[in-house]
Each structure stands twice: as structure tokens, then as C-alpha cells.
């Protein structure tokens, strides 16, 4: 396997009559893209900064030891729009691309969520969609094959399907006890819903792939110490039909400086570490300019062949 490339792992994948797998991607800093994984969710600028505007953007590159492993680029942006009575409401949307091989998509989503709340910043709960187009393509041409002319399609595709998601998402700020002061989250989300039979076709055959619904979970917490750092505790949740529950289990150290490191674990034995810098006041008064890179390691026999996997996070943040 280890001299097989990845357009060739592509192709044997094609070569099945119907293909279920992952179709969105991965981020070891997550809690930096709550957003693109749940509709709902309400970003950490606020909840720790009280920032009404998030804007950033993200690149990550998978499998770095592969020929064309997968990459991933996305663009984000997020409002809330604070209101002291019974419902405030949030805005945003995302660009999201994704490339492993001969096979790729490009998603551009809108997202609105209302949050059930006397006073945002203390809790509440949030309900959110998400809503746009994705385009999925088969660069037929870029797969290498042990022999010519042994596929049904040479011929580059491109489909466009309309997609939404669901998202739920409660948090809160406690009062009173060991933990007061401290704030817990947690939500459970479908960032796709349409399970669809993706089917590509010319005059000389055809080959499909099924895009299956996703299943996320999020559970945090913000645990603030007496010098202004704090620790944040996570979890992410994710199910796929036909394949294991997988969590990721990390933890990150916001230091009193400008500066955080974070680690972790997942159930399919990958080893995560992040870290990051905060520059504050960075154009205007109380503005919030953000870098991380984050790094992952399979511990598995396909590890060391596979290679690391690097992620850089942008993201500025203002409205304070």
C-alpha cells in the first residue's frame, strides 16, 4: 500500500458501484470553526471576549508525506446581533473547499441561528440553519491507472446540489459554587443533510459516489483561573452511517500573556497539538487579531507512511 498513490486509491474507490465516506473534512482547531460544524453554534470570541464580529480563514493540509493528499481552505465569517430581551439573532456565512486527489468540492453556505436568551452573554439557546450550494467534481483525467482505457469515464465532471444544515447549541455562564464565573456549551448538529447519490455520466459510462450525513456533537467548557488565563476543555463528537464514533478529546491553556497551547487525543489514535498567539487592540480598541497552528500524527501503521498533517487559523475579531 505504501507505493500505491492517491489518485490510484481514488480510482479503486470509484470503481465501486455505490461509495459511502466522509465528505466533509477534519480541523484540529475546531473550536475555531464552531460555526462551519454547527449552525447554531455561538463563537468563543463572544463567549470569552464578548466580540460581536468574527471573520477568518483557514488552511490545512492533510497527509503531508502523499502525493496530493487532501487540502482544505475556508473563509468565515460570523454577527451576533445582542439584544436584552427574549431572542437575539445571528448571521454569517462560509466558503469551504476541499481537494484529495482527482476529487474535490466547493461549498458557499449562509447561515442565520436565534438564540433564546434574556441576555446573550450570560446563556442561552440557539437554533440555527444553514443554507447554500455545493459543487462536487471527478477530475477523471488526473487518475493513473494500471492500464489504458480500464475506466468507463475519462472525461472531467462537475455537479452542483443545493444543501442545508441543523444545528442546536446551549451555553452558560455559572453563578455560585466551585465553578462560578466559569462557562459550559454543548450542541449536536447535521451540517448536511441531503444524503444524495452523487452520479457522473457521459456517453462512454458512468461511476457514483453517496454523500452521507453527518452527525457532530460539541462539548466545552471555559474554566477561568484567578490570573486572567483560563483552560478549555473539549470535546467533538462525530458519527458517519457504516463507520465508528469518533472524539476527539482536547485541551487548551489560554495564557495570561497573548499566548495559548493546546493538545490532544482522538479515538482513531491521532495525537493533536496547537498553538496560537492573540494580539489585542490590534487595529481598533478592543479588536482581536488571532494566529494558530495546529499539527496532527496518526499513531498507525499508516502513520509514518501517510506523513503529519499542518493547519494554519486566521481570524480577527471586533464589536466588543
Do not use: C
Not at 475546531?30 to 449552525?39: A, E, I, K, T
Not at 454523500?211 to 467533538?236: K, T
Request: no cysteine; glycine share 12%.
Amino acid at each position: 500500500m505504501k507505493n500505491i498513490s492517491v489518485p490510484i486509491i481514488a480510482f479503486l474507490l470509484f470503481a465501486l458501484s455505490d461509495l459511502s465516506a466522509q465528505h466533509l473534512p477534519l480541523f484540529t482547531q475546531y473550536r475555531d470553526h464552531l460555526s462551519l460544524l454547527n449552525p447554531a453554534a455561538v463563537s468563543g470570541d463572544y463567549l470569552v471576549y464578548e466580540q460581536s464580529v468574527t471573520i477568518g480563514a483557514s488552511y490545512r493540509r492533510q497527509w503531508v508525506g502523499l502525493e496530493a493528499g487532501p487540502e482544505t481552505q475556508t473563509l468565515h465569517g460570523t454577527y451576533l446581533h445582542a439584544q436584552r430581551e427574549s431572542m437575539s439573532w445571528q448571521f454569517g456565512g462560509h466558503l469551504l473547499n476541499d481537494q484529495t486527489g482527482p476529487t474535490g468540492f466547493t461549498g458557499l453556505y449562509g447561515r442565520i441561528s436565534g438564540i433564546l436568551t434574556d441576555d446573550p452573554y450570560f446563556g442561552g439557546l440557539s437554533f440555527g440553519l444553514s443554507f447554500g450550494a455545493v459543487q462536487y467534481r471527478v477530475k477523471a483525467t488526473e487518475i493513473r491507472l494500471r492500464e489504458e482505457n480500464d475506466i468507463l469515464t475519462a472525461t472531467d465532471q462537475a455537479q452542483m446540489y443545493p444543501d442545508f444544515g441543523l444545528g442546536l447549541f446551549a451555553y452558560r455562564r455559572i453563578e455560585g459554587g466551585l465553578l462560578d464565573g466559569n462557562q459550559v456549551y454543548a450542541g449536536l448538529s447535521v451540517p448536511q443533510v441531503f444524503g444524495l447519490d452523487l452520479q457522473f455520466e457521459d456517453e462512454e459510462g458512468t461511476f457514483s459516489t453517496q454523500r452521507v450525513q453527518h452527525y457532530y456533537g460539541l462539548l466545552g467548557m471555559y474554566a477561568y483561573l484567578s490570573d486572567d488565563s483560563f483552560l478549555e476543555p473539549s470535546a467533538w463528537i462525530k458519527y458517519v452511517p457504516g463507520a465508528p464514533v469518533n472524539v476527539d478529546l482536547n485541551l487548551r491553556y489560554q495564557m495570561q500573556s497573548n499566548f495559548w497551547i493546546g493538545t490532544g487525543l482522538s479515538t482513531a489514535r491521532m495525537f493533536h497539538l496547537e498553538l496560537g498567539y492573540l494580539a489585542f487592540d490590534f487595529l481598533t480598541d478592543d479588536s482581536i487579531f488571532r494566529i494558530g497552528y495546529g499539527f496532527d500524527y496518526a499513531f498507525r501503521d499508516y502513520g509514518p507512511a501517510a506523513g503529519s498533517t499542518h493547519e494554519i487559523n486566521i481570524s480577527f475579531a471586533f464589536g466588543g
